[in-house]
T-cell receptor
């Protein structure tokens, strides 16, 4: 069964600290994995995409990793800012099937001053 | 481009009333998705269209829910009659095929529905 699980469900950190969010999946055959950021009251927006051949990709203070063997991805946020407070959703695409997107339930990150 | 446009942003209604949510996808996008988001279940796919044709509506919870896409620039999601358990945020998203990066969805800002 194709599933995406994220941990932790929620996280509170102090401004300036680093954090890591986890995403485990069982989606097969794997195409790509995206991390979305969803600010409160807004729609999700794509942060980064990871394909099978990519291990690490950075987007500013955000660094995503992918281990295709263990089917795990992480999103590391460096030097957190108050504006990083949001939900982060992991979405995995399968290569086949008309409905090929599988969503995690998200990690709610709160950055406090 | 203005992005995916949804209306209304907020809707409060009483149980039994009809609710219609609207969506304008990004021009040129040939896929349109309707999602429902709750704290407990996250984002759930209700239905999606390809070139205005409904492809998969298996996520529509009951016959009370219906969706249409009369043309490439407009879609509606209707709930009739509405119930308190329908309270959620409903998102419309669009994407286009034929690109190397085919996985990205572009979401609207959502319609927050409260059924009293």
């Amino acid at each position: 069964k194709n599933q995406v699980e994220q941990s932790p469900q929620s996280l509170i950190i102090l401004e300036g600290k680093n954090c890591t969010l986890q995403c485990n999946y069982t989606v097969s055959p794997f195409s790509n994995l995206r991390w979305y950021k969803q600010d409160t009251g807004r729609g999700p927006v794509s942060l980064t995409i990871m394909t099978f051949s990519e291990n690490t990709k950075s987007n500013g203070r955000y660094t995503a990793t992918l281990d295709a063997d263990t089917k795990q991805s992480s999103l590391h946020i460096t030097a957190s800012q108050l504006s990083d407070s949001a939900s982060y959703i992991c979405v995995v695409s399968a290569k086949t099937g008309a409905n090929n997107l599988f969503f995690g339930t998200g990690t709610r990150l709160t950055v406090i001053p | 481009d203005a992005g995916v446009i949804q209306s209304p942003r907020h809707e409060v209604t009483e149980m039994g009333q009809e609710v219609t949510l609207r969506c304008k996808p990004i021009s040129g996008h040939d896929y349109l998705f309707w999602y429902r988001q709750t704290m407990m279940r996250g984002l759930e796919l209700l239905i999606y269209f390809n070139n205005n044709v409904p492809i998969d509506d298996s996520g529509m919870p009951e016959d009370r829910f219906s969706a249409k896409m009369p043309n490439a620039s407009f879609s509606t999601l209707k709930i009739q009659p509405s119930e308190p358990r329908d309270s959620a945020v409903y998102f419309c998203a669009s994407r286009k095929t034929g690109t190397v990066d085919t996985g990205e969805l572009f979401f609207g800002e959502g319609s927050r529905l409260t059924v009293l």
